[in-house]
């Protein structure tokens, strides 16, 4: 079993920045493909960016140059750096992880609990 744990959420003013993290622990092989997802009330859940194994990323067109997504391998962690933020940013935020078992070498997506961001006008 994997857990994903995430922490960094809070209440901003617009304008301000941000940085979540999201850890990994449990029978872990390797990790491919980490992301973030975000669900404001009343929406639907909807992609932030995603980070591969090599590093390369890929965002959502309304966080384009103002989020940030990083991760370090050797501690499973991925990072969300969040620059600028504006009030429709809020939403809880969650992340996710591609996971390869340690015990089983199945492929495995988990997800983290969420954590709350809210951006204040």
């Known amino acids: 079993q994997v857990q994903l744990v995430e922490s960094g959420g809070g209440l901003v003013q617009a304008g301000g920045s941000l940085r979540l993290s999201c850890v990994a622990s449990g029978s872990i092989f390797s990790i491919n493909t980490m992301g973030w997802s975000r669900q404001a009330p009343g929406k639907q859940r909807e992609l932030v960016g995603t980070v591969t194994r090599a590093g390369n990323t890929n965002y959502a067109d309304s966080v384009k140059g103002r989020f940030t997504i990083s991760r370090d391998n050797a501690k499973n962690t991925v990072y969300l750096q969040m620059n600028s933020l504006e009030p429709e940013d809020t939403a809880v935020y969650y992340c996710?992880?591609?996971?390869?078992?340690?015990?089983?070498?199945?492929?495995?997506?988990?997800w983290g609990q969420g954590t709350q961001v809210t951006v204040s006008s």
């Open positions: 996710n992880m591609m996971v390869l078992s340690a015990r089983s070498f199945a492929l495995v997506d988990y």
